[in-house]
C-alpha cells in the first residue's frame, strides 16, 4: 500500500547545528506538504511542495521534493531551542486531500 | 486568526459505549477531515468529507465510525461501540480546497477504559 518512511525518528543537536529529516515513498506522490507538532500540540502546517524538484525556504528551512516526486527533505540551519517539536511529512498521491504521514522525525535540541 | 475547533478537549468512556467527537471546521472551508494519532505515534487518516459526503476513507475507518455534519458548521466522528484500541488523540482537520494546506484541530484525546 501507500507508504511514507521518515528518518530518522529521532534528532538529538546541539544549539547551532544543523537537522535534516528525509522523507521516502514506494510510489510517485502529487504532493507532499511538512508539519510540525510541538508537544501536546497538534500538527501545524509549514509548506507544500507540488513541482518535481522544487526547493522551498522559510527562514533557516530548506524543504525539498525530489525530482521523481518521491522523497522530500526538510533541512534546519542553525537549530534553536524553538525548533523542538515533531517533524512530519505528509503525501498525497492524488489531487485529493487524504495525506499519508510518515513517521516523524523528533527533533530535541540542547542549548 | 480562524482556526479549527475541537470538543470534548479530553473524553473517557467505557468499552463499548458510544462516543460522538465534535469539531467546527473553519468557516469558508470545504473539506474536512478526521485524523487519529495513538500516543507517540504518527498522524493516521481516518476519512475525508466533502458536499456532504464521504470522498475518502481509511481502512481504519470500519463499520464503527462515522462522519456528519449535522448543521452549517459541525463535523462530528461518531464511534459506535468504543474498543480499547480506539484509545488515541483525534484531530479534526479542515481545508479550502484540495490539496490545500489543512488546518488542525487541536484534538480529543479519547481514553477508552
Known amino acids: 500500500g501507500q507508504q511514507v518512511m521518515q528518518i530518522p525518528q529521532y534528532q538529538h543537536v546541539q544549539e547551532g547545528e544543523d537537522f535534516t529529516t528525509y522523507c521516502n515513498s514506494s510510489?510517485?506522490?502529487?504532493?507532499i506538504q511538512w508539519y510540525k507538532q510541538r508537544p501536546g500540540g497538534h500538527p501545524v502546517f509549514l509548506i507544500q511542495?507540488?513541482?518535481?524538484?522544487e526547493v522551498k525556504k522559510q527562514k533557516r528551512l530548506t524543504f525539498q521534493f525530489g525530482e521523481a516526486k518521491k522523497n522530500s527533505s526538510l533541512h534546519i540551519t542553525a537549530t534553536q531551542t524553538t525548533d523542538v517539536g515533531t517533524y512530519f511529512c505528509?503525501?498525497?498521491?492524488?489531487?485529493?486531500?487524504?495525506?499519508?504521514f510518515g513517521q516523524g522525525t523528533e527533533l530535541s535540541v540542547k542549548p | 486568526e480562524p482556526e479549527v475547533t475541537q470538543t470534548p478537549s479530553h473524553q473517557v468512556t467505557q468499552m463499548g459505549q458510544e462516543v460522538i467527537l465534535r469539531c467546527v471546521p473553519i468557516?469558508?472551508?470545504?473539506?474536512f477531515y478526521w485524523y487519529r494519532q495513538i500516543l507517540g505515534q504518527k498522524v493516521e487518516f481516518l476519512v475525508s468529507?466533502?458536499?456532504?459526503?464521504?470522498?475518502?476513507k481509511s481502512e481504519i475507518f470500519d463499520d464503527q465510525f462515522s462522519v456528519e455534519r449535522p448543521d452549517g458548521s459541525n463535523f462530528t466522528l461518531k464511534i459506535r461501540s468504543t474498543k480499547l484500541e480506539d484509545s488515541a488523540m483525534y484531530f479534526c482537520?479542515?481545508?479550502?480546497?484540495?490539496?490545500?494546506?489543512?488546518?488542525f484541530g487541536p484534538g480529543t484525546r479519547l481514553t477508552v477504559t
Open positions: 482537520a479542515s481545508s479550502e480546497e484540495q490539496p490545500y494546506e489543512q488546518y
Open positions: 510510489t510517485t506522490l502529487s504532493n
Open positions: 511542495l507540488v513541482k518535481s524538484g
Open positions: 505528509a503525501g498525497s498521491y492524488n489531487q485529493g486531500g487524504k495525506l499519508i
Open positions: 468557516s469558508n472551508h470545504l473539506y
Open positions: 468529507f466533502y458536499n456532504n459526503e464521504i470522498s475518502e
